[in-house]
């Protein structure tokens, strides 16, 4: 992936103690997360960032928003969410004696960001993600999706929720005629 954003710093460079606000909107393209999922990007995304002059070090933070989509862990249908992540830095000079802990080393006068929003959004990203609570996902023997069509197979993983709920059906209905009779 190539850059996706770069902050000029030039009109702060002898400025220390001001900041400088960016809106930018910004196409971020695909990529791949954790679990090889396929994070789907609904661009643009809008960026809003505040970097300040520390001195020779430029902080950044702020902002980025935007909707993505994901593929339903059962299901595989995309679902398209908002996302709304955070994002700080502290950007030092490369070659600094005594660099901040987790700081970030640049070079000239650009900030490469991309790093650092890449980051944000794969922070952001749900570790279980289901396209409603009650999906049904896809029959394990003809791959259809259980959400919007039936199918006759014989599943071998029934339900054990439903069959205790059958059972009790079964108890309850057996209960209520032993009573009828007396
Ligand atoms: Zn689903
Ligand atoms: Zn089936």
Redesign the pocket.
Known sequence: MGSLFKVNISPLQDAPGETMEIQTKLSIPNFTGEGNRLIEMINPWLLELQVTNLNRRFQVSGNLTGNYELACDRCLEKVRMPMETELFALFYPEGDRNPPEEGVAFTGDELDLTPLLLEAITLKLPMKNLCAEDCKGL?P????NLNTQT???E?EAFDPRLAALLNWKEQEGGGRSGQSKD
């Not at 023997?141 to 259809?144: D, E, L, Y």
């Open positions: 029959c023997v003809c791959g259809i199918c006759t197979c599943r």
